[in-house]
């Protein structure tokens, strides 16, 4: 084999491959993604081709808890949701928003607080029955699936262009979620150094109202813990630079 079929097998044809899926793909965080409220997604989604098939009951439950109040009246705290990080044309292609959303499976679009100075983040979702085992419990992998993008969406502005990937993983599953639950995801950066950034991370019911003193609980039972490790690779600030990223 002549030196530059191994030169074009072995560096030209995977560099290109590489180049053309970055500028295809990488710029996938819209910058004119805004604010919005609950009540203003229960209105804009009803609309929506993507988004209509959303479980308004499920929102309107949420929009009505005590807890999910507190966090919007918070003025440290801002409110987005997951279909505003994900271009439409990527869409079908996400996991969250694409194959795993609609009825039976993430029936409402995940629902984002997050507190970018503390570097923590609480996140809304229902998981439908179409998600479950033959027992109706949620598949563990879907949980993990939930985890991993939510820790990384949690850990991603600490890094220094504000991008990575998961190096490690660790989860603890601590109860099984039955199916059409309501549950939230609480995350917070824990640790940061560097091109590294550790997250922690659960899986809980939403505060449930205490049966002798009619008050919210802070916290709801833990379904599973999950410990992620996300590192930024030394070349994505070349990307970075290049604002395909």
């Known amino acids: 084999m002549s030196i530059f079929k191994l030169i074009n097998r072995g560096i030209i044809l995977p560099t290109a491959g590489f180049s053309l899926g970055i500028l295809t793909f990488m710029k996938a965080w819209p910058d004119e993604a805004g604010s919005m409220t609950l009540h203003d997604s229960l209105a804009v989604t009803k609309d929506s081709e993507n988004l209509f098939q959303q479980r308004y009951d499920i929102l309107q439950k949420i929009s009505h808890s ?9 003025s440290s705290v801002e409110q987005d949701f997951q279909s505003n990080q994900i271009p439409d044309t990527h869409r079908p292609f996400h996991v969250g928003q694409g194959q795993l959303f609609g009825p039976g499976k993430l029936e409402i679009d995940p629902v984002i607080f997050s507190d970018p100075v503390e570097g923590k983040i609480v996140v809304f979702y229902h998981l439908g029955k179409s998600l479950g085992n033959e027992k109706g419990q949620v598949h563990k992998g ?24 998961t190096a490690k993983l660790e989860l603890d599953f601590l109860k099984d979620i039955p199916i059409d639950s309501t549950i939230i995801l609480r995350a917070e950066v824990v640790e940061k150094k560097g091109r590294k950034v550790v997250i922690d991370g659960t899986l809980e019911t939403l505060p449930r109202k205490l049966l002798l003193v ?9 379904f599973a813990k999950a410990t992620c490790i996300l590192v930024e690779p030394k070349w994505f600030k070349y990307l970075s630079k290049l604002n395909i990223m």
Not at 66 to 74: G, N, S, T, V
Not at 214 to 222: C, I
């Open 66 to 74: 005590k807890f999910y109040q507190r966090l919007l009246h918070d």
């Open 142 to 165: 879907v949980l993990a699936l939930l985890l991993d993008e939510a820790l990384c969406y949690c850990g991603f502005p600490s890094l220094p262009n504000k991008r990575g990937v």
């Open 214 to 222: 009619g008050l919210e609980s802070e916290r709801g039972s833990v």
